[in-house]
């Protein structure tokens, strides 16, 4: 069984690699959103009641709502004040404690809520219906310095900023002590952050993991492949040199002037399609078919029949199968010479009408054509036997017996 080599692979695996990465970027989802957001700038003051200095901070440590205007706000901070404590402001009725600098009664101030407790939403509605200028989020104590993005939809033109728990308990302790502590909100820098969902990284996950494994079965494939190749054409190489040995085994001829049996003007060689020429070497096959040797050997190596009688060769020649498995044929008898000179006695020409007794009056040089003709006849069914039958023709054409 003849194998052909597989073709490289290569460009077929950078196609479904570019086919699964072009799905990954069109399917629902699988495209980045980008993500803007814009960092606070958060300034406090205050006076220290016990050095009676004004202290003064500012730092860029907070972070606008996605729903808040990105604009700035100033005002005294207050906290929530409730008897059992909710520093959350979470409740409809929440009321806020303003130490008011001054004893002013209708500044601006901006509400302090812890995270927790309720949505965004609810603490910032809550903080505006106590005509809050701004409200001003602190995170969980488990996040330390970092800020969260908030989503509070609905809550009008108020601005909202969230900052760390660390500076927000600063500033709650400030205003629990009574100190009046004002805050102003300016807009920090813009930031955009390209992020992929949830669903696209699944379905990239699952297209590479699919690629991987398309990938391990052709390579698997691939090299299977290649192994029965090679041993093909190991095989191959093998079988085409017996095959070559029997071929050379066929008789070889060699085309004479005035050659009896092949008329050189009218017959061909059904290979070439060219008639036989003087001094042309030919191939004689068991079934008495001739062709030109260099026009019949390559096509005996790829076919084994003759092309005209279809004919096996290889077993005519007494192998069956494959060349390499010979089966043990019964070498020929060699004929007696009473044998011999019967058959030779037909080669002979007769004569017309002559006395019986007599000799036909045939010179030697007459009747070695006639054994040459035996001989040709006889050469494709036994070549054991041609060697014979031309050693008796040549003693008997030198002895007359």
């Not at 730092?59 to 004040?81: H, I, M, Y």
């Not at 699952?206 to 090679?230: K, P």
């Not at 019949?296 to 498995?325: F, N, Q, S």
Request: aromatic fraction near 8%; proline fraction near 6%.
């Amino acid at each position: 069984m003849a194998w052909r080599r597989p073709a490289a692979g290569v460009g077929a695996r950078g196609a479904l690699a570019l086919a699964l990465l072009a799905l990954a970027l069109c399917a629902p989802g699988a495209r980045g959103r980008a993500l803007e957001w814009f960092s606070a700038v958060v300034s406090i003051e205050y006076v220290d009641p016990q050095t009676n200095l004004t202290v003064w901070s500012v730092s860029e440590s907070g972070r606008f709502g996605d729903s808040s205007p990105k604009e700035g706000a100033q005002g005294v901070v207050g906290v929530p004040w409730a008897p059992g404590g909710d520093p959350e402001g979470c409740a409809p009725d929440t009321r806020f404690f303003v130490p008011e600098p001054g004893g002013r009664g209708a500044a601006p101030w901006v509400a302090l809520v812890a995270r927790g407790g309720c949505t965004f939403k609810d603490k910032v509605l809550v903080a505006a219906r106590r005509n809050a200028s701004a409200v001003v989020l602190y995170n969980e104590e488990r996040y330390g310095n970092l800020t969260m993005p908030m989503s509070h939809a609905g809550t009008g033109n108020i601005v909202v900023i969230m900052i760390s728990y660390p500076k927000g308990r600063e500033i709650l302790e400030l205003v629990q002590k009574g100190i009046p502590v004002t805050m102003t909100i300016g807009v920090g820098t813009r930031h955009v952050q390209e992020f992929i969902s949830g669903q696209s990284v699944v379905f990239v996950a699952i297209a590479f993991i699919t690629m991987m494994i398309i990938s391990l079965a052709w390579l698997i494939f691939y090299y299977i492949q290649r192994f029965l190749y090679t041993g093909s054409q190991i095989g191959s190489q093998s079988h085409r040199k017996e095959t070559k040995k029997v071929i050379g085994q066929l008789l070889l001829h060699t085309v004479k002037h005035g050659e009896k049996g092949i008329d050189v003007d009218a017959e061909n060689c059904a290979v070439c399609i060219e008639n036989f020429k003087v001094k042309d070497i030919i191939r004689i096959l068991p079934c008495k078919h001739i062709f030109h040797r260099i026009c019949i050997d390559p096509w005996l190596l790829d076919h084994r029949t003759c092309p005209m009688c279809k004919l096996d060769v290889i077993k005519a020649l007494g192998y069956w199968g494959e060349p390499g498995d010979v089966q043990d044929m019964p070498a020929p008898e060699s004929p007696s010479g009473r044998d011999l000179a019967a058959n030779l006695s037909l080669t002979l020409p007769e004569d017309d009408g002559s006395d019986e007794s007599s000799p036909p009056s045939a010179s030697p040089a007459e009747s070695e054509p006639q054994c040459d003709a035996s001989f040709k006849g006889d050469a494709g069914e036994n070549t054991a036997l041609l060697v014979v039958v031309r050693a008796m023709c040549s003693h008997i054409m030198k002895t007359g017996i």
